[in-house]
């Protein structure tokens, strides 16, 4: 297929399994990739047969565009369906599908619409489960965090799958108006006056593959759709994050909520209570919001102008340390839509708690980049 040319940033895997204390998970993944393989096969094949995630697909890139007359000299257009990391995450399996006359991606915050293809995905787990039960008869105390772990590489591989499949549509069906129509000499003539799209599809923001064209009768132009969504960061349940000793005071949300900037010092230094089961994970919670480096790097990217305070969390016992980033974000009481609009990340404030959101790209963009022991909940924007 034909590829987009777009630059794919690497996810430096083995390096973040070492680095966030999971060294077994190369091993690991080693030891399962020719079974991960048969699964994905078995998988896709049960998957061609859903019509299902197929007319869900259909009618939300009929949402996008609307029945009217393209605007006079407008240029080519893509259309993109793009997985989200995120959706494994939360549970979701929503794909992004979004329209462009530029290339894609380029634009600001670009509008597009999420289709559920919850169904495409079903038994999924149960894949996950044949494969922990493979890991037990070469390792022992599997921990949770590993599992998870593993859970992710598996639905990421499936998502990558998924081009393949949707091509296969395409050539079997031609893509109309959200609707199948048949490939005969009359539609070729008609499709000839329509307006076509060619179809990529990869990973958010990542490099796209070509799967094939969309026709819109009667011209078309894309419908301005709600905005993005955004998500509570937070930790995963099935991992154990780094616990600061003696940070009430000094790094708690009370204290923190107090303090500018300026006022906080720039490197500070914790011990960290021992559990066998700790790994050093990109965002922790307690006893503040924190952030590893990479995604520290991340947030800049999208702000430059973002704050951070250092702080180096250190396992006495084991002697292991990791170094973590305090953001100083702007807040609001709610995530009201007129407030956080293009906003990429802030906290929200109710009483004496609190939580930091971020919204879909930059959630992306980390998760891409192979963050460990991230949890997700879609927040609603009222």
């Not at 395409?170 to 799209?197: H, I, N, V, Y």
């Amino acid at each position: 297929m034909e590829k987009y040319g777009m630059e794919q940033e690497g996810r430096k895997e083995d390096f973040a399994e070492k680095k966030h204390g999971m060294e077994r998970l190369e091993g690991m993944k080693e030891f399962l990739q020719e079974d991960k393989e048969i699964l994905l096969q078995e998988r896709l094949m049960l998957m061609e047969t859903d019509m299902s995630a197929r007319d869900n697909l259909c009618s939300a890139i009929k949402k996008l565009t609307a029945g009217k007359k393209r605007t006079e000299g407008s240029g080519a257009y893509s259309l993109v369906i793009a997985f989200l990391r995120s959706s494994y995450i939360t549970g979701s399996h929503e794909f992004y599908i979004a329209c462009y006359e530029e290339k894609p991606f380029v634009e600001e915050e670009a509008e597009g619409v999420c289709c559920s293809m919850d169904s495409f995905f079903q038994g999924a787990e149960d894949d996950c489960a044949v494969l922990y039960k493979k890991l037990q008869k070469e390792y022992v105390r599997i921990l949770d965090g590993e599992k998870e772990e593993l859970r992710r590489w598996y639905m990421d591989g499936m998502y990558k799958k998924c081009g393949t499949l949707l091509g296969k549509f395409l050539k079997e069906t031609r893509w109309r108006d959200g609707a199948e129509s048949p490939e005969g000499e009359e539609f070729q003539r008609e499709a000839a006056e329509e307006a076509a799209a060619d179809v990529y599809y990869g990973g958010y923001m990542e490099g796209l593959e070509r799967i094939g064209k969309y026709y819109f009768s009667s011209g078309f132009e894309i419908l301005q759709s709600g905005s993005m969504k955004y998500f509570e960061a937070s930790v995963d349940k099935n991992y154990v994050p780094p616990l600061p000793i003696g940070g009430f005071g000094t790094i708690d949300k009370i204290t923190l909520r107090k303090k500018r900037f300026y006022e906080m010092p720039q490197n500070l230094f914790f011990l960290t209570q021992d559990h066998m089961q700790t790994v050093f994970t990109d965002v922790i919670t307690f006893p503040c919001f924190m952030v590893s480096g990479m995604v520290k790097d991340v947030m800049l990217s999208y702000n430059p102008f973002i704050k951070f305070a250092r702080a180096v969390l250190y396992n006495r016992k084991r002697g292991t340390s990791a170094e973590y980033y305090i953001p100083f974000l702007g807040w609001e009481e709610a995530p009201e839509k007129e407030k956080i609009k293009g906003r990429e990340a802030l906290e929200i404030r109710n009483g004496d708690n609190s939580y930091v959101i971020m919204r879909m790209d930059l959630t992306e963009s980390i998760l891409r980049r192979g963050a460990v022991g991230i949890g997700l909940k879609e927040v609603s924007v009222i």
